[in-house]
């Protein structure tokens, strides 16, 4: 792969020094004990440190004594991602970029190769950010979260939207853990705050007749993005967190909360089915009850939104009182 991966640039020598500096919160690693433990000389030590600083961490060389570990960036590095991370599925592999052209291409060739479910590609921002439909996702660099997750569910290619709802729930669950805002979905595929969009879910599957070979979670989310860095033309308004709460978010915890929603979510869903993950997905609707529009390709539904059924269709009841499965479309409330 042509990208610069930070997977490549951040190698396990960082990370070994960084667990030394974690097991010692805000404690001084001597630079003796750096090198005897990792088994390397004192300037590959300092290198290796350098190497760190550049990166973003604040280390501090304490005369005489060794180094110690004062802040670390809030960059999408695997090696922070995954440092406390509460899952046992997801993020068991982390790739990072520091650009790429969409998270989600670079996450299904990695599937195509094997790639083992949970296994989940960050990038700091896309060139080629990919919307539903052949639209664009806005993806600047180093304020936003752009990630796709793998996934390899034992169930029918039918049953493949069900994740899509249940990555608009981990969304919704990571925006209520890591702020005070209350989020809303609206079917299919956005999160919105006060009726703005501040994330969109873009899911893409490989699959046979009977078989899902994978579906990638494709999970697009405004944190810090500054309203001078949308542009005009967006089809419905949209926002970041930061906008919404006037204070950045730490985008580290919320990729975090995101992963361990997902895992908590997805274990749920294999053992239990899709009906607990349905019931909160209808529990953050915005539409439930809604006189809303849909409108796919050319063509269009109206009535009141009543639900959703097993294959993630919206139910809506017409004006005559037949109830139509919208399966696809842009959902408009009136
Ligand atoms: C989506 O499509 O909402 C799916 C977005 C998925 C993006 C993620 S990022 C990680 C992964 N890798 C990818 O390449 N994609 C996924 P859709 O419902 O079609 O909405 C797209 C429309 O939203 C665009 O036509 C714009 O009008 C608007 N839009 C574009 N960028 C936006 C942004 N950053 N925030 C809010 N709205 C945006």
Redesign the pocket.
């Known amino acids: 792969m042509k990208d610069r991966s930070r997977d490549t640039v951040a190698k396990s020598l960082d990370q070994q020094i960084l667990g030394l500096f974690r097991a010692k919160p805000g404690g001084v690693v001597s630079g003796e004990e750096l090198s005897s433990l990792l088994n390397v000389s004192r300037t590959a030590v300092w290198k290796h440190i350098k190497a760190l600083k550049d990166l973003g961490y604040r280390i501090d060389a304490v005369p005489s004594q060794g180094y110690r570990l004062l802040a670390v960036p809030d960059l999408l590095i695997p090696e922070e991602i995954t440092a406390g991370l509460a899952t046992c599925r997801i993020g068991r592999r982390v790739i990072s970029f520091r650009e790429t ?5 670079v996450a299904f060739r990695l599937a195509e190769e094997e790639a083992e479910e949970g296994t989940v590609v960050v ?1 700091e921002a ?1 060139r ?6 052949g ?5 600047p660099a180093g304020v ?5 997750i793998i996934l390899r569910p034992p169930v029918l290619p039918v049953r493949a939207p069900q994740l899509t709802f249940l990555s608009a729930v981990a969304v919704a669950r990571a925006v209520a853990a890591t702020t005070s805002l209350t989020p809303f979905i609206k079917w299919p ?2 999160v919105l705050i006060n009726d703005r ?6 899911n893409e599957m490989s699959a046979e007749t009977e078989k899902v070979n994978f579906i990638i979670l ?3 989310v ?1 944190l810090n ?1 500054r309203r001078e860095q ?2 005009a ?4 308004p ?3 967190l930061f906008l919404e709460q006037g204070r950045e978010v730490s985008r580290l915890a919320f990729v975090r909360a995101l992963l361990e929603a997902i895992d908590a979510l997805y274990e749920t869903y294999l053992h239990f089915g899709n009906e607990p993950v349905r019931k909160e997905w209808l529990a953050l609707s915005n539409v439930l009850g809604r006189r809303v529009r849909v409108s796919f390709q050319e063509s269009e539904t109206v009535g009141v939104a009543e639900g959703i059924d097993e294959d993630g269709a919206l139910l809506v009841q017409c004006a005559d009182g037949s109830v139509e499965r919208v399966l696809a479309g ?1 959902v408009t409330i009136i």
């Open positions: 052209d969409s998270t989600n291409e990038a896309q080629r950010g990919k919307g539903r439909l639209r664009r996702w806005e993806s936003n979260l752009y990630c796709s595929n956005d969009k501040v994330a969109g879910l873009l494709g999970i697009g405004n993005m949308f542009p033309d967006l089809r419905h949209a926002t970041s842009d």
